[in-house]
């Protein structure tokens, strides 16, 4: 598997529960190198345009109001497969059809506050590390 990155966003329900940390720890464990790091509260708009691709549904508006409730925590994680490394460690959407192990299963609450966000595809891995990082070299290092 190729060395890649992906996003990770820990959500505003996890880092109210001050998982944060615990978070972080399970994806420096997974063997993940945590590359980038930012805590942001989300504007409006932030949350709109990063989610955009789900605007036309009927939990978009939701979806806003949760992201921009306070803040969270950014991530750029890399090691061999990423995309899909990160996305087995979190676990389905839907905590409650995660499996057991899963940080959404550990930390997600119901299929709107799931604790984490990751990247479905390493082009989109690529689209939203410089919709939170501008400017933060992409390309894997060696
Ligand atoms: P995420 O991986 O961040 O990408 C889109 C998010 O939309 C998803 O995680 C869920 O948190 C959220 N989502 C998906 N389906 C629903 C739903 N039926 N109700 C509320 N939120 C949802």
Not at 26 to 36: H, Y
Not at 95 to 114: D, H, L
Not at 116 to 124: L, Q, Y
């Amino acid at each position: 598997m190729p060395v890649e990155r992906t996003l990770c966003i820990v959500k505003p329900d996890a880092v109210e529960k001050r998982k944060a940390g615990a978070i972080l720890a399970r994806i420096e464990e997974g063997g993940f190198k945590v590359v980038a790091l930012r805590m942001a509260r989300l504007s409006v708009r932030e949350a709109e345009g990063f989610y955009a691709v789900h605007e036309a549904r009927p939990f978009f508006g939701e979806l806003v109001q949760f992201m921009t409730r306070s803040p969270v925590v950014i991530a750029v994680l890399e090691r061999e497969g990423a995309v899909t490394v990160w996305r087995d460690l979190m676990g389905a959407t839907d905590p409650a059809k995660a499996q057991s192990g899963t940080i959404r299963k550990q930390f997600g609450a119901n299929v709107g506050e799931n604790a984490t966000h990751g990247s479905d595809s390493a082009d989109n891995a690529g689209k939203e590390i410089a919709y939170f990082f501008p400017g933060v070299e992409v390309s894997p290092t060696a």
